[in-house]
């Protein structure tokens, strides 16, 4: 039976009980409104455990003044019953104020890594998203997390943060799952109108483009500023940026080292992110 806790000493309590019977425990921190995305990371959080633990917490911190923490989907009723199907063992769905004290200062940064790409858009962002992987992790103490390659900056940034703070926790990337079309999943596409659906798998397809050109020797330079281009006669307002970078440490690539072509772009008012490997 899958049960849900609300309270950091509650998830404690069944995770301890677990751990003193040695068993072994995943947890795949999420914002809820799940999609196949998700949940096949839950189902690997499953096979790699002997309990699995799914947190649904959409994180306040994370989201600029101007972003859409309030309007952000959520449907609990929903997600409990899909986690339900999945057979996790514990759902925790903390309330902010359970998460967050009133007087919380404490912020977990991960230099460098937080401030490119993505972070050169949405500055507080990874701080955002590390400081309350970090408590997650904390709190749970689980012995594999896993998280999706969509994101893939996060899953670098997650990666680096249990590292320099020795967590003892290994982290998995997990596949992005995509519509047939090739749209990855998200959670945000349910924002995107009828005429912006048709258009958002232009960006899977525009950089796996980049990234068969740049396998073939095309200069990167040219590849991605084509890809721009195209994407901009296809209707995308304002691309952020496409980028390729190197797969472990998103810095400039360098010859001979595995590469990553990342990007994001808008689409009305909704802002798709996507990413292939070289
Ligand atoms: P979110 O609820 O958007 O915070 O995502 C929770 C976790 O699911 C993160 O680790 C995401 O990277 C992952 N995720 C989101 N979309 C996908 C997808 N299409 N395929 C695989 N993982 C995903």
Redesign the pocket.
Same mark, same amino acid.
């Given at each position: 039976m899958m049960e849900v806790v609300r309270t950091v000493a509650e998830m404690r309590e069944r995770v301890a009980g677990w751990r003193h019977t040695g068993e072994r425990i995943s947890l795949?921190? !999420? @914002? /809820?409104?799940?999609?196949? +995305?998700?949940m096949?990371?839950v189902r690997q959080g499953d096979e790699l455990s002997d309990r699995s633990v799914v947190s649904i917490f959409v994180?306040p911190t994370q989201f600029a003044p101007h972003e859409d923490f309030t309007t952000y989907p959520r449907d609990e009723s929903r997600d409990l019953a899909m986690l339900e199907k999945a057979d996790v063992d514990l759902v925790f769905a903390p309330d902010v104020t359970q998460m967050y004290r009133d007087d919380h200062r404490t912020k977990v940064e991960v230099q460098g890594l937080s401030q490119i790409l993505e972070g050169q858009f949405r500055p507080q962002f990874f701080i955002g998203v590390a400081t309350v992987c970090a408590k997650l992790l904390i709190q749970t103490m689980p012995d594999v997390a896993?998280? /999706?390659?969509?994101?893939y900056q996060?899953?670098c940034v997650i990666r680096a943060m249990a590292r320099d703070l020795d967590l003892p926790v290994q982290i998995i990337g +997990?596949? !992005?799952? &995509?519509e047939s079309d090739g749209l990855? @999943?998200?959670? &945000?596409n349910t924002y995107l109108s009828n005429t912006e659906r048709t258009l958002a798998p232009y960006l899977h397809q525009e950089i796996t483009g980049v990234a068969r050109r740049v396998k073939s020797g095309d200069a990167i330079e040219v590849a991605c500023a084509d890809a721009t281009q195209q994407l901009d006669a296809a209707g995308f307002k304002s691309v952020d940026y496409v980028a390729v970078r190197d797969a472990e440490t998103l810095e400039m690539p360098a010859q001979g080292r595995p590469m990553r072509v990342l990007a994001a772009a808008w689409l009305g008012k909704t802002r798709l992110i996507d990413n292939v490997a070289v």
């Amino acid at each position: 039976m899958m049960e849900v806790v609300r309270t950091v000493a509650e998830m404690r309590e069944r995770v301890a009980g677990w751990r003193h019977t040695g068993e072994r425990i995943s947890l795949v921190p !999420t @914002m /809820g409104a799940l999609h196949e +995305g998700h949940m096949s990371l839950v189902r690997q959080g499953d096979e790699l455990s002997d309990r699995s633990v799914v947190s649904i917490f959409v994180n306040p911190t994370q989201f600029a003044p101007h972003e859409d923490f309030t309007t952000y989907p959520r449907d609990e009723s929903r997600d409990l019953a899909m986690l339900e199907k999945a057979d996790v063992d514990l759902v925790f769905a903390p309330d902010v104020t359970q998460m967050y004290r009133d007087d919380h200062r404490t912020k977990v940064e991960v230099q460098g890594l937080s401030q490119i790409l993505e972070g050169q858009f949405r500055p507080q962002f990874f701080i955002g998203v590390a400081t309350v992987c970090a408590k997650l992790l904390i709190q749970t103490m689980p012995d594999v997390a896993i998280f /999706g390659e969509k994101d893939y900056q996060q899953l670098c940034v997650i990666r680096a943060m249990a590292r320099d703070l020795d967590l003892p926790v290994q982290i998995i990337g +997990g596949d !992005t799952i &995509r519509e047939s079309d090739g749209l990855a @999943m998200s959670s &945000r596409n349910t924002y995107l109108s009828n005429t912006e659906r048709t258009l958002a798998p232009y960006l899977h397809q525009e950089i796996t483009g980049v990234a068969r050109r740049v396998k073939s020797g095309d200069a990167i330079e040219v590849a991605c500023a084509d890809a721009t281009q195209q994407l901009d006669a296809a209707g995308f307002k304002s691309v952020d940026y496409v980028a390729v970078r190197d797969a472990e440490t998103l810095e400039m690539p360098a010859q001979g080292r595995p590469m990553r072509v990342l990007a994001a772009a808008w689409l009305g008012k909704t802002r798709l992110i996507d990413n292939v490997a070289v």
